[in-house]
């Protein structure tokens, strides 16, 4: 350390699972950070995890945890079920929290995980990654630039037909899949780009036979300023050129218009013509094909997280923000089930 510089920041991850991987690759690359414990209820995840990344100090209980170790932030990587658990503990031990998407199970409980955070007045964010890509960044900043005017239409697709249930079989089993697990991403990037939302009508099915819940969404949301969008995603759309993980947007603008294409393909065409851009993520050395778009998005949250715990400011994807987002899954479900909009004031 530089005589001067801030010490290390002293974080734990919580479940050591399939994901995890990516978040300890990228707390690796962060200098300023230091994993110092690992916790995962399953032994024999918990002792390769550890192994893999070199930390000695492993608990199967997040509580003993918190109560043995000085940290500065906990990374809850564990599923869904567990998350409010975890967030309140750590919220008890006035420990700063980053939790993975999806928030929790109902929207009770997320509004519960926010407030305790607040009552303790630790930070919280969540790990909602795709509004961090680079290609997402890149339309983000053509808005901003007012490269193609303000905007009053957009699109955001991903459609897929990908085998996500070899590495995450739990996917197969739940009774809600793809609004949930997937559609969460492009609906908080449909925010992200468009503002936030007012109302969201959908429509769900399930194609594929083997699995429970739904594996087809379509979406049409209602943004504040009247700007209308279409969310739509699919895990039963095989395609000779295979997509996947990539998120494709379009946006109208009052002064052009732009699209986010295969292979990161950023076409913008406004009042100068037509540019084409390559908006391609960087491969991270840690990284592989396909999923080094999403890998690199970790690596860009994880350092936004530094930043705001450094300066004490809430991060983009706070808990707070993040309950816009979860609004929207759960509207989305509750339309599709009533067959009509839902707005998210009812909620
Ligand atoms: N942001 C993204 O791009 C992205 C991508 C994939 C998964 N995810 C999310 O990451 C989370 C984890 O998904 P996964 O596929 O890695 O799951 P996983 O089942 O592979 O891993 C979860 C791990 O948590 C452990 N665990 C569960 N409850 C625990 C508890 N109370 N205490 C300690 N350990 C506990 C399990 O033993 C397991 O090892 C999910 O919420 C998922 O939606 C996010």
New binding site residues.
């Given amino acids: 350390m530089q005589a001067g510089a801030a010490p290390r920041l002293r974080g734990a991850l919580?479940?050591?699972?399939?994901?995890?991987v990516n978040q300890m690759h990228g707390w690796a690359d962060l200098p300023d950070v230091e994993i110092v414990a690992l916790?995962?209820?399953?032994p024999a995840?918990l002792a390769q995890f550890g192994e893999q990344f070199g930390v000695t100090a492993r608990y199967?209980?997040?509580e003993r945890m918190l109560a043995t170790e000085r940290l500065d932030f906990v990374d809850i990587?564990?599923?869904?079920?567990?998350?409010r658990?975890?967030v309140e503990l750590a919220a008890r031990h006035g420990v700063a929290i980053i939790c993975?998407?999806?928030i929790a199970p109902t929207l009770e409980d997320a509004r519960a995980m926010v407030q305790a955070a607040e009552d303790a007045s630790v930070l919280f964010m969540v790990?909602?990654?795709?509004r961090w890509q680079t290609p997402i960044l890149a339309v983000k900043q053509a808005i901003q630039a007012g490269r193609i005017g303000t905007p009053f239409w957009g699109r955001v697709s991903f459609r897929s037909g990908y085998d996500v249930y070899a590495?995450?079989p739990?996917l197969a089993t739940g009774a809600r899949f793809i609004i949930e697990?997937l559609g969460i991403?492009s609906l908080d990037v449909a925010r992200f780009l468009l503002g936030d939302a007012l109302a969201i009508t959908a429509r769900t099915r399930r194609v594929n036979p083997a699995i429970t819940g739904e594996d087809v969404a379509t979406m049409l949301l209602d943004h504040v300023g009247g700007v209308t969008s279409v969310v739509d995603c699919s895990y039963a759309t095989p395609q000779e050129h295979e997509p996947f993980p990539e998120t494709f947007v379009e946006i109208d603008g009052e002064n052009g218009i732009l699209r986010l294409g295969r292979d990161y393909r950023l076409t913008i065409s406004g009042r100068d013509g037509t540019v084409i851009e390559d908006v391609s993520p960087p491969l991270l050395p840690w990284a592989s094909r396909p999923w080094h778009n999403?890998q690199e998005?970790?690596f860009n949250i994880q350092r936004h997280w530094v930043e705001a715990l450094r300066a004490g400011g809430e991060p983009d994807t706070s808990g707070r923000d993040n309950l816009q987002t979860f609004a929207l899954v759960q509207a989305a479900y509750l339309s599709a089930e009533r067959g009509r909009t839902v707005r998210l004031d009812t909620l």
């Fill in positions: 919580i479940g050591c699972g399939f994901f995890a916790c995962d209820r399953d995840r199967q209980d997040a990587a564990t599923t869904p079920p567990s998350h658990a975890l993975q998407k999806p790990h909602e990654n795709f590495a995450q739990y697990d991403h999403i998005s970790v």
